[in-house]
């Protein structure tokens, strides 16, 4: 759809000259291009007051006329959260974000890789963040690097600070201490 739209402005730019109208532009569907297009994006979102995330892209298109209206960062996306001291205590990087804003969610796909709080590594190719429920999920695989073991599975649940988390469908290389 979205190629049909840019090849039907590219030939009604080039018909400017030779009399495309308004009408022919009218006739586009309201929703099928995006309101906003930004390119190189740093944002930053407060709580209180308080530098909470700093949300960085390449290109940062909004949808706010489709149902649902959403946000799209095909070119990837880039979060860090920040502690009360502006330290950053995790970091998200994907391949593609999109953030529905009506629901508060965001689903992250492509290369899904995470650094929490504890300094644990998460992998996967697809994430939800409900930010109603306080939610990070996943029915995809899922990979956790930990210091001394990496858990494996098929779907994923964890508070939105990633430090309590539970992975369904696990496997995993465990380190075994012997007792004496």
Known sequence: MAVVVQLFLLSCQEETRRGCTDEDLKSLPADSLAVM???DVVTEITDS???AYRVTAD???IYDKRKPPYWV????AFVEKFDRNKNVEATI????AYYFSDMKLW???GDVDIRNPKNEKIFTQLLYWDQNKELIYSDAHVKIEQEDQVTEGTGFSSNQ????WEIKETKGIYAIKEEE
């Open 59 to 61: 290109e940062w298109q």
């Open 49 to 51: 007051g308080r530098l």
């Open 37 to 39: 297009t930004t390119y």
């Open 161 to 164: 600070d990633l430090t309590v």
């Open 73 to 76: 960062m095909e070119k990837g």
């Open 107 to 109: 689903k992250l796909m």
């Open 93 to 96: 990087k994907c391949d593609t």
